[in-house]
């Protein structure tokens, strides 16, 4: 059993830049593909980015690429996303999932393949 909990978002202006963290209980976050998603008010749960259990392999959704890093820390069990250049269609809230794994080059983009998730924390960028 894996415990999330998100934490960082806010409100800011477009252009501006926010950092998620994603802090894990429970289990060591080492043995995990971690995902980062979002979901807008209306619309479904889309991807924004993963990252292997190691952290060397990162994948991130076309909308993000280039603005967005994920990164993880496994030694104390978080998962951060650095955002930037933020757009208004960037507002959501956002999930930071867990899947376990025994691969160490794994990553996911289909919420489907996440067992964990925290409660969300909300992103508001104005324009």
């Known amino acids: 059993q894996v415990r999330l909990v998100e934490s960082g978002g806010g409100l800011v202006q477009a252009g501006g830049s926010l950092r998620l963290s994603c802090a894990a209980s429970g289990r060591t976050v080492s043995d995990y593909v971690m995902g980062w998603f979002r979901q807008a008010p209306g619309k479904e749960r889309e991807f924004v980015a993963a990252?292997?259990?190691?952290?060397?392999?990162?994948n991130y959704a076309d909308s993000v690429k280039g603005r967005f890093t994920m990164s993880r820390d496994n030694a104390k069990n978080t998962v951060s996303l650095q955002m930037t250049s933020l757009k208004p269609e960037d507002t959501a809230v956002y999930y930071c999932g867990a899947r376990y794994t025994d691969l160490d080059y794994e990553v996911r983009r289909n919420s489907y393949d996440y067992s964990y998730w925290g409660q969300g924390t909300q992103v508001t960028v104005s324009s």
């Open positions: 990252i292997s259990r190691s952290g060397t392999i990162t």
